[in-house]
């Protein structure tokens, strides 16, 4: 339907989070009318990100490689033993805007379907599981708390009770976050006051 390379381009926008079809067809037009100055800094960026930027080795969150852990991990004034696992950055960041919670973070870096096992190997859960059991091998203290914050949809309720159901044989207290949050929502969109809500009443 379109050159090659058009349709090339095109089926590398589809592959993002959220993009369709038509915006992907959207996204390339664009960048064929684009000045060639603009696109050659796009894709200079896109090389800088790659190279310059990596995951925090104990929460998996995105740093500077030469920083090697990131911020938050490093802040000694957090309450270092309640660890909050969400499912993007994102979903770590809106939680952050809301200041109502002071622990520290573990990033699954996706979600898992009752219909598609082959997610269960995508998200990081045998690095959570060392993370919980070896907690001290950062410099962290030992963790009493897991708040499982997925987000309100299928996918998320599904990765809750997935998680559930393989850290109930460790010794740590699990919750999960409270009913403030509307079944469909996602961390990424909900309001402070919401997210403020649903950490307050986490069970």
Same mark, same amino acid.
């Given at each position: 339907?379109?050159?090659?390379?058009?349709?090339?381009? $095109?089926?590398? /926008?589809?592959?993002?989070?959220?993009?369709?079809? #038509?915006?992907?067809?959207? /996204?390339? %037009?664009?960048?064929?009318?684009?000045?060639?100055?603009?696109?050659?800094? /796009?894709?200079? &960026?896109?090389?800088?990100?790659?190279?310059?930027?990596?995951?925090?080795? $104990?929460?998996?969150?995105?740093?500077?490689?030469? =920083?090697?852990?990131?911020?938050?991990?490093?802040?000694?004034?957090?309450?270092?033993? &309640?660890?909050?696992?969400?499912?993007?950055? &994102?979903?770590?960041?809106?939680? =952050?805007?809301?200041?109502?919670?002071?622990?520290?973070? /573990?990033? @699954?870096?996706?979600?898992?379907?009752?219909?598609?096992?082959?997610? %269960?190997?995508?998200? #990081?859960?045998?690095?959570?599981?060392? #993370?919980?059991?070896?907690?001290?091998?950062?410099?962290?203290?030992?963790?009493?708390?897991?708040?499982?914050?997925?987000?309100? &949809?299928?996918?998320?309720?599904?990765?809750?009770?997935? @998680?559930? #159901? $393989?850290?109930?044989? @460790?010794?740590?207290?699990?919750?999960?976050?409270?009913?403030?949050?509307?079944?469909?929502? =996602?961390?990424?969109?909900?309001?402070? =006051?919401?997210? $403020?809500?649903?950490?307050?009443?986490?069970?």
């Amino acid at each position: 339907m379109y050159p090659s390379p058009l349709e090339k381009i $095109i089926r590398h /926008f589809s592959k993002l989070p959220s993009v369709g079809p #038509r915006a992907a067809t959207r /996204f390339a %037009f664009h960048c064929l009318s684009a000045p060639k100055e603009e696109i050659d800094s /796009f894709a200079d &960026t896109l090389k800088e990100m790659k190279k310059n930027v990596t995951l925090c080795k $104990i929460c998996f969150r995105s740093i500077l490689k030469e =920083e090697g852990v990131c911020k938050i991990c490093k802040d000694k004034k957090r309450k270092r033993d &309640t660890l909050c696992v969400v499912e993007k950055e &994102t979903d770590l960041l809106s939680i =952050e805007k809301t200041s109502a919670y002071q622990g520290i973070y /573990f990033v @699954l870096g996706g979600t898992v379907s009752p219909l598609r096992k082959k997610d %269960f190997k995508k998200i #990081r859960t045998e690095e959570l599981k060392e #993370r919980i059991k070896n907690n001290n091998k950062f410099g962290l203290p030992k963790i009493k708390e897991i708040i499982i914050a997925t987000n309100q &949809t299928t996918e998320g309720e599904a990765t809750a009770l997935y @998680l559930m #159901r $393989i850290l109930e044989k @460790l010794d740590v207290k699990k919750t999960r976050l409270g009913r403030g949050l509307s079944t469909g929502s =996602e961390l990424e969109y909900a309001d402070e =006051e919401t997210l $403020i809500s649903a950490l307050k009443g986490r069970k």
